[in-house]
Nanobody
Framework: QVQLVESGGGLVQAGGSLRLSCVASVRSFSQYAMGWFRQAPGKEREFVAAINWSGGSTYADSVKDRFIISRDNIKNTVYLQMYRMKPEDTAVYYC????????????WGQGTQVTVSS
């Protein structure tokens, strides 16, 4: 089965930076598109960023000028580098995987907490 494990969350002051990592236990990591989502208390889960097998990426408007998603297909890892963080970035961040050609993110990690103080 596919397992995703996030790490790198923590507490940071507004304007600071964090890098999240997600390690995937899959046989062929390059066959999966990877995404980052987040969910704040009392709010719905929202899309943050995604990256395809070749490195093409897309971002939510709220983070597109501040966050960078990347992947290492040798280490089976996807990263989310976050700069100039804001209190509204506070949430549990989840990584997710979708098989290339499929329309859904079928595999999810446990999440990692990110808290930004003002």
């Amino acid at each position: 089965q596919v397992q995703l494990v996030e790490s790198g969350g923590g507490l940071v002051q507004a304007g600071g930076s964090l890098r999240l990592s997600c390690v995937a236990s899959v046989r062929s990591f390059s066959q999966y598109a990877m995404g980052w989502f987040r969910q704040a208390p009392g709010k719905e889960r929202e899309f943050v960023a995604a990256i395809n097998w070749s490195g093409g990426s897309t971002y939510a408007d709220s983070v597109k000028d501040r966050f960078i998603i990347s992947r290492d297909n040798i280490k089976n890892t996807v990263y989310l580098q976050m700069y100039r963080m804001k209190p509204e970035d506070t949430a549990v961040y989840y990584c997710a995987a979708s098989i290339i050609g499929d329309g859904e993110y079928r595999y999810w990690g446990q999440g990692t907490q990110v808290t930004v103080s003002s």
